[in-house]
């Protein structure tokens, strides 16, 4: 096709009515726009990986293990071969040249023990899910009912399922190994030179200042996303293409070609809609290695679309760490020391950042506040379970819950308010940047005015006033007030600090803008949205940027062959890491066209000043749209001979830091005493999260994230049985929380920029999960602290709150129920006292 | 298999099914009725909601064949010339999808709630979609965006 220039002349034209009336820089960042995406998803345009249909496409079923430990000693597939419409049978020796690996991309130590992880095993399973079986039909149900017919034969193996267990080596997850422990990894604040030493500082606390020693477990949870994982694919085309549920499309290309020997040029992954994600979908699955090796063994398009069922089992978990904490202090509650101890249970295979979702808890003990003296101690191990890895906040809940559960029992101790507690051992909102204990920079924050703020809407000192009424009226119904002042760090991550830490890949973003021709603007983005907004948030930016209208700008991402240069989305880096990078290309592009409109006003680049889209010459009323500029270079009949026509960019931008939102999260429970239940009443949150680019976007990231940590207090707990079989195996079973369950929020934020991208923002994907289960746990806590009762072990469902107000005499003296201890003769969760010497009993 | 005839989003369909077919099943696989999606398999979600003669049915939970003679309406069928309807509108409005998988279901669930109680209270509302799960809002928006419809009279549609 070829274009006359008198169209061209009609769509400058056109394109000069579009330029925005009112186009001065600043308009659309921190606007409530309403998103983009939404008019596809009410109206069901959906593309999920499950609508697809190619012609000639076969279904998969997968056969799995229903044991957590077996030798296979036969698999017969003659009866499913045989079942109507079966077109494929597969085991793995079918596959002798391999289906690729689920592969580990973050070895913590140079001698973590990793056993391999194949999408499909043989010889033995290592926990209940694993697939050894794959049948192909020409439909889903056709497949299932063949699936049915596969005979396995299985040797029971002893398995192995939890961490303690697994820490005494007796039952080995992999017997080839020797071993359960599959690395240990240490952070020392004296032999990093980041602060003193905790030993030290234990010691003289115990002879003149408080010690307060506390287990804590971090249950096991499932990051259970609405949308089950689903892949298709394609193996007609000169690349192969998978369209899958999946957070991280360009990893799983990187390491699909890293791991099965197909050129990386040859696959192309697409993430169309994909409906959440958590963090359980950034794994590469067995479940996409096994389609991809089925349809290019048949040369056919094929889909695989899990059950709820096998949802819940066979991708990854979160959480499940044994947390012990040691925290010495001067009688005044000034912290002098925190030594920390975890087990974290990778499950049977070290998944792809299974090992390191603990260590991040490194830097996060720590919080908020000046620790002089810090000690991180990490033993990895492996269990027949499902494997772990990063579920909504990875590794820095687990952190801030022990922190913030036991900076409550050191104000209960003192005898202060626990905010009180805190306040005297939080960074002073003058002392930033600070470098904290663990060594991390933390470049922004105030604590003190989110502290302010929240208490504020929260009706702290009311609240407690009612608590201390109901106290002494002895209300069946008790009141319990629950505070969390939380920190983390997001914006995954500078390149430079994962090389050090061994991470397999950097932690930059990239963005592309291509201006067309009419005066659209498409940004490209290396960030992979699934519930995110990107699509809006980002379009705000560019059209702040460019000062182009918000409708203007098209946002493309979640495919390999437009947005062929990315790493994804997790860790609440895309907006940190990825918006800026989207900065750094529309300023690019601002400058590109700079010297083009500079040759078309004929004047001088450095005369010409750029705002609200148009370029003028400083002290005249010459000027010339940015979209003019576009369409001038797009038939490019007038241009610089040094230049080259068109004014697209791109830019990879690697952060230099982290970023560290925080806030102040208070919650109020009502605790049933004669029944153990207990009823959320209020929660109020104040989140710095630096400044905001759709404030109607994060408040929605925040209501989400706080439920999930809610849930975590309170309903959810992934549950093996003696046998290794997942007795929380479907949604009557693993209980998320319904709309009867939960309360509406009070949501507001206090904003310290962060210094450290040209926004100044900071990340709010994980910030509500992190936060919310310490405050939870702390007010069931604190309704109950009369009693004697300083821990409650998660989920602290009524029938845990009850058992330990049955079990509590009076004294300081509840163990967390069921809870095995780091040594078996360790004291249990009484307060140790002032000596440090404590009462147990 | 089965012949049956239904009316879904206003196009009558007849096909042959086998018995034990799914009413989800049916919409999505024969008649590419993709905007109801499956989020469970032990009808806890709800992501499949649909209206069966004008009232919510997890479409897990009923057998293509009960829809035989009966209308069915989908996320698909609910905006009319264009124009979204009052419960999408204020879906829209009030931020109260992020992934947006368990919004078919959420919406046409919430539009039975209004249907026999055009007013609804906050714990009415949250009663009333204790059948609907969703992972991303924390349901604040959803409920909001319920209310919202409510009182902009989107329960004398819902009635229509």
Redesign the interface.
Same mark, same amino acid.
């Given at each position: 096709m070829s274009v006359s220039p008198d169209a061209l002349v009609e769509i400058a034209e056109e394109v000069q009515d579009q330029q925005p009336e009112d186009s001065g820089s600043g308009r659309e960042i921190g606007n409530r726009r309403?998103?983009k $995406?939404?008019?596809?998803? %009410? @109206?069901?345009?959906?593309k999920?990986t499950?609508?697809i +249909?190619l012609p000639g496409m076969v279904h998969l079923a997968m056969v799995r293990s229903p044991f957590a430990h077996a030798r296979i000693t036969g698999i017969d597939t003659s009866a499913a071969a045989e079942a109507p419409n079966v077109i494929g049978v597969y085991t793995a020796a079918d596959f002798p040249e391999g289906l690729g690996v689920c592969a580990n991309a973050w070895p913590i130590t140079p001698d973590q023990v990793t056993p391999d992880h194949l999408p499909m095993v043989g010889e033995r399973v290592a926990c209940a899910g694993e697939i050894v079986a794959v049948v192909a039909a020409r439909?889903a149900?056709e497949a299932r009912d063949a699936a049915e017919l596969v005979d396995v034969d299985y040797d029971e193996l002893p398995a192995v399922l939890d961490g303690m267990e697994a820490l005494k080596d007796e039952v080995l997850a992999h017997p080839d190994k020797g071993t359960n422990k599959s690395a240990f990894w240490k952070l020392d604040s004296a032999e990093a030179g980041t602060g003193g030493n905790v030993d030290e500082a234990v010691a003289a606390a115990r002879e003149d200042g408080i010690v307060i020693e506390r287990e804590y477990r971090q249950q096991r949870l499932v990051p259970?996303?609405? $949308?089950?994982r689903s892949t298709v694919v394609d193996p007609t085309g000169e690349q192969v293409t998978m369209w899958t549920s999946t957070q991280v499309p360009h990893i799983l290309r990187f390491l699909i070609a890293a791991t099965t020997g197909m050129p990386e040029s040859k696959v192309r992954v697409i993430a169309p809609? +994909?409906?959440?994600g958590?963090g359980g979908k950034l794994q590469t699955t067995p479940e996409e290695f096994i389609t991809l090796a089925v349809a290019r063994r048949l040369g056919k398009p094929a889909k695989y679309t899990e059950?709820?069922?096998e949802s819940l089992l066979s991708a990854h978990h979160g959480r499940d760490q044994y947390q012990k904490l040691t925290l010495s202090a001067t009688k005044d509650g000034t912290v002098t020391g925190l030594k920390v101890d975890l087990v974290a249970n990778l499950g049977a295979y070290v998944a792809i950042v299974g090992g390191g979702v603990p260590v991040l808890g490194a830097w996060m003990f720590n919080a908020i506040y000046k620790f002089p003296a810090y000690q991180f101690n990490c033993q990895t191990v492996l269990t027949n379970t499902t494997w772990v890895d990063a579920y909504r906040g990875a590794g820095r809940p687990e952190a801030t819950y022990a922190i913030e559960r036991i900076m409550d029992e050191l104000a209960a101790e003192v005898g202060v308010d626990p905010l009180e507690i805190r306040e005297r051992n939080w960074i002073k909102h003058e002392e930033f940047p600070f470098t904290s204990v663990a060594g991390m920079v933390y470049d922004s924050g105030n604590y003190e005015a989110a502290t302010a703020r929240a208490k504020e809407l929260f009706g702290y000192d009311e609240l407690r006033a009612e608590q201390k009424a109901r106290r002494e009226s002895g209300d069946p119904v008790q009141l319990g007030i629950g505070v969390s002042t939380f920190t983390e760090m997001c914006g995954l991550a500078p390149s430079r600090v994962l090389g050090q830490l061994s991470y397999g890949a950097g932690g930059w973003e990239s963005a592309s803008i291509r201006m067309l021709p009419t005066g659209k603007v498409e940004v490209i983005t290396g960030t992979s949205p699934?519930?995110?907004?990107h699509e809006t948030a980002w379009s705000q930016i560019v059209a702040d940027r460019l000062g182009v209208p918000f409708e203007d700008v098209e946002v493309l991402h979640g495919d390999t062959q437009v947005a062929y240069k990315g790493l994804d989305t997790y860790g609440s880096r895309s907006l940190v890491v990825g918006g800026e990078a989207v900065v750094r290309a529309a300023d690019k592009v601002i400058e590109k066209a700079k010297a083009f409109a500079a040759h078309l006003l004929e004047a001088n680049a450095d005369d010409l000043e750029f705002s609200g889209g148009r370029y003028a010459v400083k002290g005249t009323d010459k000027g010339i749209g940015i979209t003019e500029v576009a369409l001038a270079t797009f038939a490019s009949h007038n241009y610089p001979e040094d230049l080259e026509p068109g004014i697209d960019a791109d830019a990879t931008y690697d952060p230099v830091n982290f970023s560290f939102p925080h806030g102040t999260h208070l919650c109020a429970m009502e605790v049933d005493t004669e029944t153990g239940a207990s009823r959320m009443r209020r929660y109020v949150c104040v989140d710095d999260i630096g400044h905001i680019i759709n404030p109607? %976007?994060v $408040?929605?990231?925040i209501?989400?994230?706080? +439920?999930?940590g809610i849930a975590q207090a309170l309903w959810e707990e992934a549950v093996f049985d003696d046998n290794g079989t997942l007795v929380t195996g479907?949604? +009557?079973d693993y209980t998320?929380p319904?709309?009867?369950d @939960?309360i509406?929020?009070v949501t507001e934020n206090t904003t310290s920029p962060s210094t450290t991208n040209t926004l100044g923002t900071k990340g709010v994907g994980e910030a509500?999960t992190i936060a919310s289960t310490p405050a939870v746990v702390n007010a069931i806590v604190d309704a109950l602290r009369d009693r004697g009762i300083n821990d409650i072990q998660m989920p602290c469902t009524p029938h845990r709150v009850w058992s330990a107000i049955q079990g509590a005499g009076g004294a300081m003296a509840t163990p967390a129920e069921g809870q095995p201890h780091f040594h078996e003769d360790a004291p249990t969760n009484a307060d140790p006292g002032t000596t440090g010497e404590g009462s147990a009993q | 298999m089965t012949r049956i005839s239904v009316t879904v989003d206003g196009v009558k369909y007849s096909d042959d099914v086998?018995p034990?077919t799914l009413l989800v #099943?049916y919409l999505? *696989?024969n008649l590419?009725?993709?905007?109801?999606?499956?989020?469970?398999?032990?009808s &806890?979600?709800g !992501?499949c909601t649909v209206h069966l003669d004008g009232r919510s049915v997890k479409a897990c939970n009923v057998l293509a064949v009960q829809a035989d003679g009966h209308e069915v309406t989908? /996320? *698909?069928g609910? !905006?009319e010339g264009g124009q979204?309807h009052p419960m999408?509108q204020a879906? #829209?409005?009030h #931020?109260a999808?992020?992934?947006?998988?368990?919004?078919?279901g959420m /919406?046409m669930q919430a539009i039975d709630i209004l249907k026999d109680n055009a007013s609804p209270s906050?714990e009415q /509302?949250?009663?009333g979609?204790?059948? &609907?799960?969703?992972?991303?809002?924390?349901? #604040? &928006?959803?409920?909001?965006a319920v209310s919202a419809a409510a009182e902009a009279g989107a329960g004398s549609k819902a009635g229509e």
């Amino acid at each position: 096709m070829s274009v006359s220039p008198d169209a061209l002349v009609e769509i400058a034209e056109e394109v000069q009515d579009q330029q925005p009336e009112d186009s001065g820089s600043g308009r659309e960042i921190g606007n409530r726009r309403l998103r983009k $995406e939404d008019q596809r998803l %009410i @109206t069901g345009r959906t593309k999920w990986t499950d609508n697809i +249909v190619l012609p000639g496409m076969v279904h998969l079923a997968m056969v799995r293990s229903p044991f957590a430990h077996a030798r296979i000693t036969g698999i017969d597939t003659s009866a499913a071969a045989e079942a109507p419409n079966v077109i494929g049978v597969y085991t793995a020796a079918d596959f002798p040249e391999g289906l690729g690996v689920c592969a580990n991309a973050w070895p913590i130590t140079p001698d973590q023990v990793t056993p391999d992880h194949l999408p499909m095993v043989g010889e033995r399973v290592a926990c209940a899910g694993e697939i050894v079986a794959v049948v192909a039909a020409r439909s889903a149900a056709e497949a299932r009912d063949a699936a049915e017919l596969v005979d396995v034969d299985y040797d029971e193996l002893p398995a192995v399922l939890d961490g303690m267990e697994a820490l005494k080596d007796e039952v080995l997850a992999h017997p080839d190994k020797g071993t359960n422990k599959s690395a240990f990894w240490k952070l020392d604040s004296a032999e990093a030179g980041t602060g003193g030493n905790v030993d030290e500082a234990v010691a003289a606390a115990r002879e003149d200042g408080i010690v307060i020693e506390r287990e804590y477990r971090q249950q096991r949870l499932v990051p259970a996303f609405m $949308e089950p994982r689903s892949t298709v694919v394609d193996p007609t085309g000169e690349q192969v293409t998978m369209w899958t549920s999946t957070q991280v499309p360009h990893i799983l290309r990187f390491l699909i070609a890293a791991t099965t020997g197909m050129p990386e040029s040859k696959v192309r992954v697409i993430a169309p809609d +994909v409906g959440g994600g958590f963090g359980g979908k950034l794994q590469t699955t067995p479940e996409e290695f096994i389609t991809l090796a089925v349809a290019r063994r048949l040369g056919k398009p094929a889909k695989y679309t899990e059950t709820r069922s096998e949802s819940l089992l066979s991708a990854h978990h979160g959480r499940d760490q044994y947390q012990k904490l040691t925290l010495s202090a001067t009688k005044d509650g000034t912290v002098t020391g925190l030594k920390v101890d975890l087990v974290a249970n990778l499950g049977a295979y070290v998944a792809i950042v299974g090992g390191g979702v603990p260590v991040l808890g490194a830097w996060m003990f720590n919080a908020i506040y000046k620790f002089p003296a810090y000690q991180f101690n990490c033993q990895t191990v492996l269990t027949n379970t499902t494997w772990v890895d990063a579920y909504r906040g990875a590794g820095r809940p687990e952190a801030t819950y022990a922190i913030e559960r036991i900076m409550d029992e050191l104000a209960a101790e003192v005898g202060v308010d626990p905010l009180e507690i805190r306040e005297r051992n939080w960074i002073k909102h003058e002392e930033f940047p600070f470098t904290s204990v663990a060594g991390m920079v933390y470049d922004s924050g105030n604590y003190e005015a989110a502290t302010a703020r929240a208490k504020e809407l929260f009706g702290y000192d009311e609240l407690r006033a009612e608590q201390k009424a109901r106290r002494e009226s002895g209300d069946p119904v008790q009141l319990g007030i629950g505070v969390s002042t939380f920190t983390e760090m997001c914006g995954l991550a500078p390149s430079r600090v994962l090389g050090q830490l061994s991470y397999g890949a950097g932690g930059w973003e990239s963005a592309s803008i291509r201006m067309l021709p009419t005066g659209k603007v498409e940004v490209i983005t290396g960030t992979s949205p699934h519930g995110q907004g990107h699509e809006t948030a980002w379009s705000q930016i560019v059209a702040d940027r460019l000062g182009v209208p918000f409708e203007d700008v098209e946002v493309l991402h979640g495919d390999t062959q437009v947005a062929y240069k990315g790493l994804d989305t997790y860790g609440s880096r895309s907006l940190v890491v990825g918006g800026e990078a989207v900065v750094r290309a529309a300023d690019k592009v601002i400058e590109k066209a700079k010297a083009f409109a500079a040759h078309l006003l004929e004047a001088n680049a450095d005369d010409l000043e750029f705002s609200g889209g148009r370029y003028a010459v400083k002290g005249t009323d010459k000027g010339i749209g940015i979209t003019e500029v576009a369409l001038a270079t797009f038939a490019s009949h007038n241009y610089p001979e040094d230049l080259e026509p068109g004014i697209d960019a791109d830019a990879t931008y690697d952060p230099v830091n982290f970023s560290f939102p925080h806030g102040t999260h208070l919650c109020a429970m009502e605790v049933d005493t004669e029944t153990g239940a207990s009823r959320m009443r209020r929660y109020v949150c104040v989140d710095d999260i630096g400044h905001i680019i759709n404030p109607l %976007i994060v $408040e929605g990231q925040i209501h989400g994230g706080l +439920v999930q940590g809610i849930a975590q207090a309170l309903w959810e707990e992934a549950v093996f049985d003696d046998n290794g079989t997942l007795v929380t195996g479907s949604f +009557v079973d693993y209980t998320l929380p319904t709309a009867a369950d @939960t309360i509406s929020f009070v949501t507001e934020n206090t904003t310290s920029p962060s210094t450290t991208n040209t926004l100044g923002t900071k990340g709010v994907g994980e910030a509500g999960t992190i936060a919310s289960t310490p405050a939870v746990v702390n007010a069931i806590v604190d309704a109950l602290r009369d009693r004697g009762i300083n821990d409650i072990q998660m989920p602290c469902t009524p029938h845990r709150v009850w058992s330990a107000i049955q079990g509590a005499g009076g004294a300081m003296a509840t163990p967390a129920e069921g809870q095995p201890h780091f040594h078996e003769d360790a004291p249990t969760n009484a307060d140790p006292g002032t000596t440090g010497e404590g009462s147990a009993q | 298999m089965t012949r049956i005839s239904v009316t879904v989003d206003g196009v009558k369909y007849s096909d042959d099914v086998e018995p034990r077919t799914l009413l989800v #099943h049916y919409l999505r *696989e024969n008649l590419g009725k993709v905007g109801t999606v499956i989020g469970c398999d032990t009808s &806890n979600c709800g !992501a499949c909601t649909v209206h069966l003669d004008g009232r919510s049915v997890k479409a897990c939970n009923v057998l293509a064949v009960q829809a035989d003679g009966h209308e069915v309406t989908t /996320i *698909e069928g609910l !905006a009319e010339g264009g124009q979204l309807h009052p419960m999408q509108q204020a879906f #829209h409005e009030h #931020h109260a999808l992020q992934c947006g998988y368990c919004t078919p279901g959420m /919406i046409m669930q919430a539009i039975d709630i209004l249907k026999d109680n055009a007013s609804p209270s906050e714990e009415q /509302i949250r009663a009333g979609l204790e059948g &609907n799960l969703c992972r991303c809002t924390g349901y #604040h &928006n959803i409920v909001k965006a319920v209310s919202a419809a409510a009182e902009a009279g989107a329960g004398s549609k819902a009635g229509e």
